[in-house]
RNA sequence: GGGAGUGUGGCGGAAUGGCAGACGCAGCGGACUUAAAAUCCGCCGCCGGAAGGCGUGAGGGUUCGAAUCCCUCCACUCCUACCA
């Protein structure tokens, strides 16, 4: 018998796939299109568990979906700009790009050791000209179709990376590559509108219904969308002794307080702070705070203590609902991005404003009660304000009673609520409200200081401003002579800024910022369904043809930031006319993370990063892919554990004699040496019949189909492990008389030996290619087979095993036929239990075809 | 503070409201072997000699029947964070 050497016959394989082009994109037009994508890597290094993760299931969705009848396209390419490969470069004092192809082809060499059935051909690298070119010219388009600006406001800045982060970029205050905390920064900075198409990402999350419902959870929150009102607050003169005629607007969604605010706040970075205070006896304290406060360190800001502090500026605004002149501070609690960064304060209904007041003895004017508060029978039908402190323990942010509130008094205040509504209602009349809604969602800050990048396609002219790199002109290439390692930037490069306006031809500059590279991967699945366009980024028909991706897969770091910028070009390019459809990913599958045996993160500081080459090396790519598969559930964490994987290389030994077996090959040597084989079982071993085999080779056909379409790859392959235990079980009655029947043409072993081989050809490739062909003597590649059928009447048995329950307890089990009559079932039961129905009264009788009979009595 | 999720043997994990623990790892016993490895067969939730009883984080509820649905609580994980 042939042994199963996984060392001979993977590298064979791979290199016959490649030969004989196996995996190439057929793009048949009479099978339906299946896109299976998995998210491209970044090449830093060799690849580690989690890729072998990830790749490993799309590649069995790839190849399921190949056998299944798909015309399937499945890409892969690289994510290759950004920061790790200059730094790799400034380390070794040579140039990123080196390093990021290198990198590239050990990764690539290392899929190829997996087994992955890529197109090659297709391959997309984020760096080649020839796909930056094209991101270039959709930033044009978008500049074009007004959803590019360049803007100065505070922004995020990485110290260590040297560069601006979007702010997505930053989590807790801190870089999300590096994690040095970030600063603010006062720059002006190229944008893309996301906020422009906020309602839309939020609002076609429903349509997402193949997406992990935490994921669009996640993005929901991140856009953040709230209604609410914007209300003007007239200015006092600085004397305070009139109106100035010029307004502060506020966003509130609980307007409804309005009569409860006794104070007024603004944000450190509030643009007009300055002017506000000049010539105030407070000028010099508030321009003191608000500097002071916009250098605490984000991280301070956004974590543990958050003891608020501010100043009162010596301003008033005066309430628009009671003309009340309420005193203007200025605190580091209120976010300047947010809203109008100003806000109303209410320390009877906002918790926030309630510790300022009473940090800084404020008056808490309640105006929202509960009607058990002590308080309420006083207030509930005053007009008047008779009450303007209390000693609470913290706000009434919930629903509650509305009192000393005007002609609001009674109604219910909240969020939403009646009392909302008719104060919002009310200030529309006057003209100092209006409903609004507001996003927690930023524009998206795409310029970066860095050289290893795509560059902006943008020019400085001292006449003409900011002009656009005209589209022949395209690609602006990254200079290839730069010293990053003696701090050479595209800002000091010589040669790369100079250039000529292309409107008006005098001398002018070259922007020197480079995109963010998430706008590389924000199309590069475009790319892939036409990736050899010299024209254009990709031919719309072809993209409409593939598109939108069937099942995306990747990591969760991602339910965010990849994830909603390439929402937002996909929108973007579909107002364009370049796309028909509105989202880029039906179906999504979020991995989770591959961990030690001890369920810790591996890390190279820890020491126990787990390497798939050694895994490879030692048990053959088929093992890793199989193991990782078995893990568990695809979206849950892993343990990495050695000795289930040494026990899934034992198991495909197994089962690759159990096949050879089958047909007869294994030869003296076949799986049971009878005798023994019998000896050992002494007459207790199970044994399976022709009737068993067959039947249980349709319900595991029927099983691993319904899960490989669920993404259950860990019970697939169990139950292909039962399927092996019984033809296991089949082979141990007379093998020798199976092996004639087989050669004489008997075609069940014959049957059963094929299915196996092609239920585990996603699993494990070559393992079942070099079965097909080389044991079971078949010409054509076994993933270029049919799928198995299956007939569900022959996977049912005629008799079936039925728990009996007395009260839902199993008392007795019984046999009975598949298809006897309900009152048939009913009795067999009740005599099987006769016994523990003494003296009891039997009440009802439950039956469950197929499963149990369930007697109730008393 | 807000949001999402998880909790099942020694371990990884199975279970459209229907026999909890499929499948595997580890362990134990046996066959084969001079021996070991490999292989093959079997056992394997807990208490109990057995009969039987108890068991899916804890406590309630709905139901003929709950790991699964509802409520309260506990523990852990992830995301997010002064968003007005």
């Known amino acids: ?104 082809d050990t990764q690539k060499a290392s899929f190829q050791r997996m087994g992955f059935s890529y197109d090659w051909d297709r391959k997309v690298v984020a760096c080649d000209p020839e796909y930056y070119r094209w991101g270039q010219w959709i930033f044009l388009k978008f500049w074009e179709r007004g959803l590019v600006e360049r803007r100065n406001s505070p922004v995020n800045w990485c110290p260590d990376c040297k560069t601006v982060l979007a702010n997505e970029q930053v989590i807790e205050g801190c870089c999300w590559r590096c994690h040095s905390e970030v600063e603010k920064r006062d720059l002006t900075q190229w944008y893309f509108k996301i906020t422009d198409y906020a309602q839309e990402l939020l609002d076609d999350l429903d349509q997402l219904t193949g997406w992990p419902e935490r994921v669009k959870q ?129 320390p009877c209904g906002d918790q926030r404003d309630f510790e300022f007041a009473r940090k800084y003895d404020l008056p808490i004017i309640p105006i929202i009660l509960t009607e058990d508060d002590p308080l309420y029978p006083q207030l509930k039908d005053e007009k008047g304000r008779v009450v303007t402190s209390v000693d609470w323990d913290a706000a009434l942010e919930a629903e509650g009673i509305l009192v000393q509130s005007g002609p609001y008094t009674g109604l219910v205040g909240g969020k939403h609520s009646e009392g909302e509504d008719a104060v919002v209602r009310a200030l529309e009349q006057s003209g100092r409200g209006h409903r609004t809604v507001e996003f927690r969602l930023r524009d998206w800050l795409i310029s970066r200081q860095r050289y290893w990048g795509n560059p902006i396609p943008a020019i400085h002219c001292p006449e003409c401003g900011v002009v656009p790199v005209p589209e022949e002109d395209l690609p602006v290439l990254l200079p290839e002579d730069i010293d990053l390692a003696a701090g050479e930037t595209l800002a000091t490069h010589e040669g790369f800024a100079a250039c000529m306006c292309p409107k008006c031809g005098r001398e002018a500059r070259r922007e020197t910022d480079t995109m963010d590279t998430f706008t590389c991967s924000s ?84 020491g126990n990063v787990v390497s798939p080459e050694k895994m490879i090396a030692e048990y053959g790519a088929d093992a890793v892919r ?27 030994n197994r089962l690759w004699r159990i096949v050879c077996d089958l047909v007869g090959e294994a030869g003296d040597q076949t799986l049971f040496d009878a005798e023994a084989a019998a000896k050992a079982a002494a007459g207790k071993g199970a044994h399976a019949n022709a009737m068993d085999m067959k039947r249980e080779r349709h319900r595991v056909v029927g099983k691993v ?101 007395l009260n839902g307890k199993v008392k007795a089990k019984i046999m009975v036929a598949t298809d006897e009559a309900e009152d048939a079932v009913k009795q067999t039961a009740l005599d099987a239990i006769a016994a523990q129905l003494e003296g009891k009264d039997v009440k009802k009788v439950v039956v469950v075809p197929g499963r149990l009979v369930n007697v109730v009595a008393k």
């Open 523 to 606: 199309w590069y699945y475009l790319r892939y369904t036409d990736p050899h366009n010299a024209e254009s980024p990709f031919d719309p028909s072809m993209a409409n043809g593939w598109m939108p991706v069937d099942q995306y897969i990747g990591g969760i770091e991602h339910a965010i930031l990849h994830l909603l910028y390439s929402r937002f070009f996909t929108k973007v390019l579909r107002d364009m006319g370049m796309l028909d459809f509105d989202e880029p990913f039906t179906n999504l599958l979020c991995q989770g993370m591959v961990l030690d045996e001890h369920g810790d993160v591996m890390s190279k500081s820890k």
């Open 1 to 104: 018998m042939k042994q199963y050497n996984p060392h001979e016959i993977e590298p064979r394989w791979q290199d016959i796939w490649e030969r004989t082009g196996a995996n190439k994109v057929a793009e048949d037009s009479s099978r339906p299109k299946r896109y299976v994508l998995e998210m491209f890597p970044y090449p830093s290094g060799d690849i580690h568990m989690g890729h072998v993760s990830n790749y490993t299931y799309g590649d069995v969705l790839a190849r399921f979906s190949r056998m299944k009848g798909f015309d399937v396209l499945h890409p892969m390419g690289w994510d290759a700009f950004g920061l790790p490969a200059e730094n790799a470069a400034i380390k070794h004092k040579s140039h990123p790009a080196k390093w990021t192809y290198a990198n590239i």
């Open 705 to 805: 189909t319904a899960d490989f379409e669920r993404n259950n790859f860990n019970t697939a392959i169990a139950a292909i492990m039962e399927l092996a235990n019984t033809t296991a079980a089949f082979l141990r009655v007379k093998p020798a008389e199976h092996r004639v029947n087989c050669q004489t043409g008997g075609p069940l072993c014959r049957d059963v030996a094929e299915t196996i081989v092609k239920l585990m050809a996603p699993i494990a490739p070559h393992w079942a290619e070099e079965l097909w062909c080389g044991v079971l003597g078949n010409e054509e590649s076994v993933h270029a087979q049919a799928w198995p059928d299956f007939d569900p009447e022959l996977a049912k048995a005629d008799e079936v095993e039925l728990a009996v329950q």
């Open 626 to 652: 199989a193991y990782m598969l078995f893990m568990g559930p695809p979206d849950k964490e892993k343990m990495w554990n050695e000795d289930g994987l040494a026990g899934m290389f034992k198991f495909l």
């Open 218 to 346: 996640q993005q929901a929150n991140w856009i953040g969308r709230s209604e609410g009102a914007s209300v003007d607050f007239e200015l006092a003169t600085k004397d305070a002794s009139a109106g100035t005629g010029e307004y502060i607007t506020v966003f509130t969604t609980r307007a409804d307080t309005l009569f409860g605010c006794s104070f007024f706040v603004l944000a450190p970075e509030y643009k007009d702070l300055p002017a506000m205070v000049a010539g105030m006896p407070q000028e010099r304290e508030v321009l003191d705070f608000a500097e002071a406060a916009k250098k605490v360190s984000a991280v301070e800001r956004a974590q543990g203590n958050r003891e608020k502090h501010g100043v009162f500026t010596g301003r008033y605004v005066i309430n628009p609902v009671n003309g009340e002149k309420v005193p203007v501070w200025v605190a580091d609690y209120v976010v300047a991005d947010y809203g109008t960064g100003a806000v109303m304060a209410v």
